[in-house]
């Protein structure tokens, strides 16, 4: 299920019409679910707000071409999507993943696997330590090909339903439970690794 | 049941997707085998890190600053736009300037390949025969007078080189006098009409311009019935140059100058009175035309000495010259 309810369609046809101001409430309704689907993906803040705000305005520029206002929410992941795949790419060929500013960004270290985060409280200890698996996962999440993280991301980290996540990937949902099964465990041998 | 397909089976049997009979087989596996059981505990602790794992939230400013952008686009949109076809109307614009300049072009082609046509060179050469130009000197004036004319648009551009050559002409005389002298061995003594040809293209344009009226006159001719040949030749060596003049060649018994129009006249009295000196009243027949006072002739003389002043000038401002050949014959 996604996480953020339909936003009406009047709106999306105001956008349609170039109203800015159903643009913004748009924008407003769907930040969060794009920069945080950006960020898993990318690892780093500034290129996922820059990369956010570039899917906004590929939003602005192509609704008008969009058919099935219901479809605005699958169509606007889609989009955000494509435009993750082609930064990593471009990140990729200039070596960012492997650059001290990558490091520097994640501000993680590698160490003993995290004993739990199940019980997060005020206590700054317990809060250092979420924060600390946060960055363990996101640089496990990193470390999985394109396709493994996409599945994660929308499947564990958004709440996206198997439903959504085949429509979005053209696949059925028995594939992309196999699909996500396996990148978990990948996901899970790749954290065991860096813990020790 | 093996590991690895009970393995397979963590996602569906924490998510409680598999039928009561199939999680019946794991469940009474994972009692049996205590790695797969850890593997069960480390994957659902991942599963739960990833569950818990709190929304990251978007940056301050995020709307305003995503509008910013959007209105910069906008500004750059209509410039683009503009941009892309502005090529368009630059081409447009171009368009007939680039047409008159094709068309000259080709006109100037067509002249080019036209006064390149091996049957136009005769008939330049037949204009350069006119003026008899030395058969060794034939071949060099034909490319110089066809590039002449292929050049014509060329020669406002030309002038100061064509006087520098000139100057440089001035200077080598003495070495074109040499030649000159080369060819009317050549010619069996016929005075040269065309001048002997410079290194330079331009130069030798000009040369040729400058002598074919000189050479297009016949030369003068005057007969001196002398006594003392050596000496009347000194003298009229020395008259020549006092009017301005220029030995073409000098001779046992004749001579070969060029002299201005303007000061021809004055210079034939001068020979007179040279002669009449030389011989008294019955030699030379128009001596009492030339009779006149010592200080007339002393004006005259400065006069005549400016003009061959002036005559030094560039090639350029000169007048009209006149071949003279004073033949001197023994009384």
Same mark, same amino acid.
């Given at each position: 299920m996604e996480t953020s309810p339909k936003? &009406?369609?009047?709106v999306i046809e105001c956008c349609k019409a170039g109203d800015e101001k159903a643009f913004a409430e748009i924008v407003l309704h769907y930040q969060k679910r794009v920069f945080n689907i950006a960020y898993r993906m990318l690892g780093n803040m500034e290129e996922a707000k820059d990369l956010a &705000?570039? !899917?906004?305005?590929? !939003?602005? =520029?192509? !609704?008008?071409?969009?058919? =099935?206002?219901?479809?605005?929410?699958?169509?606007?992941? &889609?989009?955000?999507?494509?435009?993750?795949?082609?930064?990593w790419k471009y990140l990729k060929r200039r070596q960012y993943f492997n650059s001290d500013s990558f490091e520097e960004s994640m501000e993680g270290e590698d160490g003993d696997m995290p004993s739990s985060v199940a019980h997060p409280s005020d206590n700054p200890e317990a809060l250092y330590e979420k924060k600390m698996i946060q960055q363990f996962i996101q640089k496990g999440l990193l470390k999985l090909k394109e396709d493994q993280r996409e599945l994660i991301v929308l499947r564990d980290l958004q709440g996206f339903s198997y439903e959504e996540i085949g429509r979005l990937f053209r696949l059925p949902e028995g594939t992309i439970k196999s699909k996500l099964h396996r990148a978990r465990m990948d996901l899970k041998e790749i954290l065991e690794r860096s813990a020790h | 049941m093996e590991c690895e397909k009970v393995r397979d089976q963590f996602s569906f049997l924490l998510e #409680?997707? @598999?039928d009561p009979l199939e999680e019946k087989i794991v469940r009474e596996? @994972? %009692?049996?085998c205590p790695e797969c059981q850890r593997d069960l505990e480390q994957f659902d #602790? *991942? @599963?739960?890190? @990833?569950?818990?794992?709190?929304?990251?939230? %978007?940056?301050?400013?995020f709307l305003s600053e995503m509008l910013e952008k959007m209105e910069g686009q906008k500004r750059k949109a209509p410039m683009s736009e503009r941009e892309k076809w502005g090529w368009f109307d630059k081409a447009l614009s171009l368009k007939l300037p680039i047409q008159a300049v094709a068309m000259v072009a080709v006109v100037f082609l067509v002249l080019y390949i036209? #006064?390149?046509?091996? *049957?136009? *060179?005769?008939?330049i050469t037949k204009n350069v025969e006119q003026a008899k130009p030395p058969r060794s000197e034939a071949k060099k004036i034909e490319p110089e007078i066809v590039s002449k004319e292929m050049k014509k648009e060329k020669v406002p551009e030309q002038i100061p080189l064509a006087v520098d050559r000139l100057k440089q002409i001035e200077k080598d005389k003495p070495i074109i006098l040499e030649e000159e002298k080369e060819e009317k061995k050549l010619d069996g003594g016929v005075v040269s009409k065309a001048q002997p040809s410079e290194p330079g293209i331009v130069g030798k344009v000009v040369v040729a311009r400058e002598r074919v009226p000189l050479a297009s006159k016949p030369p003068q001719e005057i007969i001196l019935k002398v006594s003392d040949q050596g000496k009347i030749l000194s003298q009229l060596n020395e008259l020549v140059k006092q009017f301005g003049g220029e030995i073409i060649t000098s001779e046992k018994n004749a001579l070969l100058a060029s002299l201005p129009v303007s000061t021809f006249s004055e210079f034939e009295k001068d020979v007179a009175r040279l002669t009449s000196f030389e011989k008294g009243d019955k030699i030379f027949p128009r001596k009492s035309a030339l009779e006149s006072s010592s200080a007339e002739?002393?004006?005259k003389r400065r006069e005549i000495e400016e003009k061959g002043k002036e005559s030094a000038r560039p090639v350029t401002k000169r007048e009209d010259r006149i071949v003279v050949r004073i033949v001197l014959l023994e009384e």
């Open positions: 936003i &009406q369609r009047e &705000q570039e !899917v906004f305005l590929t !939003v602005f =520029e192509s !609704v008008k071409d969009l058919r =099935e206002e219901f479809k605005f929410g699958a169509w606007l992941t &889609q989009i955000t999507l494509n435009h993750c795949r082609n930064r | #409680k997707e @598999l596996h @994972l %009692v049996s #602790k *991942i @599963l739960h890190w @990833l569950h818990c794992a709190d929304p990251v939230e %978007v940056p301050d400013g036209t #006064k390149m046509m091996p *049957i136009q *060179i005769p008939s002739q002393g004006v």
